[in-house]
């Protein structure tokens, strides 16, 4: 805020207060009227969630845009969900109960804090054990691992041949 230009989606620009005017400009407009508020430590604790539970939510509730692995992903009109990777706690907590721009809001009967706590503890566990199956590739799904297979399979299928009939001459 403010927005340079109408669009589907604002693009995020460098923070313009600090912390703290940040947190007292919250507190005002909090005290106008309802609304969530900002998540205390405890709500956004990582390890008391639990990791596995979390995934399951995640995987129903927010890859269809986020993506399974959180690395984002492109939706319609030129708009796009960001990646999930290094977005502190608080901020996903946040996230999650205010809805930013075309992300739907996750209140707390949708689900509930403590499955908060686990998609928090999910996105953090995938943060830190990064991808024990072999080069991940942006964890950007089937597109760029067929591309990969096509051109790097293919290129080593046609090299081979080429190998073939150069020993044959
Ligand atoms: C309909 C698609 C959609 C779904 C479903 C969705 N999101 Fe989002 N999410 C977005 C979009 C679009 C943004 C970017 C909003 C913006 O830039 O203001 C976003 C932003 C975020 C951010 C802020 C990232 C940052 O770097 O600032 C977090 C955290 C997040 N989403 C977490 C989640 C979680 C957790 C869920 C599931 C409970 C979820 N989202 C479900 C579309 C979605």
């Known amino acids: 805020m403010p927005m340079a230009m109408q669009g589907p989606q604002a693009q995020q620009k460098p923070v313009q207060f600090t912390e703290e005017?940040?947190?007292?400009?919250?507190?005002?407009?909090?005290?106008?009227?309802?609304?969530?508020?900002?998540?205390?430590?405890?709500?956004?604790?990582?390890?008391?969630?639990?990791?596995?539970?979390?995934?399951?939510?995640?995987?129903?509730?927010?890859?269809?845009?986020?993506?399974?692995a959180g690395a984002g992903g492109a939706l319609t009109q030129g708009k796009f969900a960001p990646s999930l990777e290094g977005v502190s706690e608080k901020h996903?907590?946040?996230?999650?109960?205010?809805?930013?721009?075309?992300m739907p809001v996750f209140n707390d009967a949708n689900i509930s804090p403590e499955d908060k706590q686990s998609i928090i503890a999910f996105l953090k566990n995938i943060e830190a054990n990064g991808s024990?199956?072999?080069?991940?590739?942006?964890?950007?799904?089937?597109?760029?691992?067929?591309?990969?297979?096509?051109?790097?399979?293919?290129?080593?299928?046609?090299?081979?041949t080429i190998w073939l009939t150069a020993r044959s001459s």
């Open 21 to 68: 005017q940040t947190a007292q400009l919250a507190a005002y407009v909090a005290s106008l009227g309802a609304g969530p508020a900002v998540p205390d430590e405890e709500m956004t604790n990582a390890a008391a969630g639990n990791a596995a539970e979390g995934g399951e939510l995640f995987r129903v509730n927010c890859a269809m845009c986020h993506n399974a």
């Open 92 to 102: 996903i907590y946040e996230a999650m109960v205010t809805g930013p721009q075309n």
């Open 132 to 160: 024990p199956g072999g080069a991940e590739l942006g964890s950007l799904g089937p597109v760029s691992e067929g591309l990969f297979i096509w051109t790097a399979g293919l290129g080593l299928v046609i090299a081979f």
